[in-house]
T-cell receptor
Framework: EAGVAQSPRYKIIEKRQSVAFWCNPI?????LYWYQQILGQGPKLLIQFQNNGVVDDSQLPKDRFSAERLKGVDSTLKIQPAKLEDSAVYLC??????????????FGPGTRLTVT | AQKVTQAQTEISVVEKEDVTLDCVYETRDTTYYLFWYKQPPSGELVFLIR??????QNEISGRYSWNFQKSTSSFNFTITASQVVDSAVYFCALRRNTGNQFYFGTGTSLTVIP
């Protein structure tokens, strides 16, 4: 079974520029997550989708970050404009859900963003 | 509030030694889930184990074992006879039964020296 795919793997941009990340979850996984992992820290949830609806975006900096999952499969995360403190690895994860029970999250390789 | 503490930032052991990674959590929930993930240098988080709050039975999987103690709010992870391939950052995480949000610790970087 194919894992969670993310692209690009690396991105370097200047502050105030825009950037977008793409995620393709494991086939059949209705739940998709975006995490931000700053160097030396654990992942922090940015947004959680259930199919194409947002379940939790309480920690998403909405003034500059946006995410969508239009067809309930692939998702994109955008930062506009980027700040230096956005430098981090952005991880996408997906999981199965049956009823109210969520299974384990499977993570992609991440996109390492450097803002200069 | 939920919190996961991994006090060990970095650990180095010589190959074949046993090593225990500590995890202490805080929650007022009665139902919750605890996880361990491995993050090798490639960056991908690899799921290792999930325990629910009602199951304190320790678990062994090959060289890996987990000790869950609700009385001390700990969920420690032991690698027996460590190998170089075990070198990675290991994260402990807590997930609430409602909301489904994960709370990760800051990770323990394990280096196994050949």
């Amino acid at each position: 079974e194919a894992g969670v795919a993310q692209s690009p793997r690396y991105k370097i941009i200047e502050k105030r520029q825009s950037v977008a990340f793409w995620c393709n979850p494991i086939s059949g996984h209705a739940t998709l997550y975006w995490y931000q992992q700053i160097l030396g820290q654990g992942p922090k949830l940015l947004i959680q989708f259930q199919n194409n609806g947002v379940v939790d975006d309480s920690q998403l900096p909405k003034d500059r970050f946006s995410a969508e999952r239009l067809k309930g499969v692939d998702s994109t995360l955008k930062i506009q404009p980027a700040k230096l403190e956005d430098s981090a690895v952005y991880l996408c994860a997906s999981s199965l859900q049956q009823g109210s029970y969520l299974y384990e999250q499977y993570f992609g390789p991440g996109t390492r963003l450097t803002v200069t | 509030a939920q919190k996961v503490t991994q006090a060990q930032t970095e650990i180095s052991v010589v190959e074949k030694e046993d090593v225990t990674l500590d995890c202490v959590y805080e929650t007022r929930d009665t139902t919750y889930y605890l996880f361990w993930y491995k993050q090798p240098p490639s960056g991908e988080l690899v799921f290792l184990i999930r325990r629910n709050s009602f199951d304190e039975q320790n678990e062994i999987s090959g060289r890996y074992s987990w000790n869950f103690q609700k009385s001390t709010s700990s969920f420690n992870f032991t690698i027996t006879a460590s190998q170089v391939v075990d070198s990675a950052v290991y994260f402990c995480a807590l997930r609430r039964n409602t909301g489904n949000q994960f709370y990760f610790g800051t990770g323990t970087s394990l280096t196994v020296i050949p």
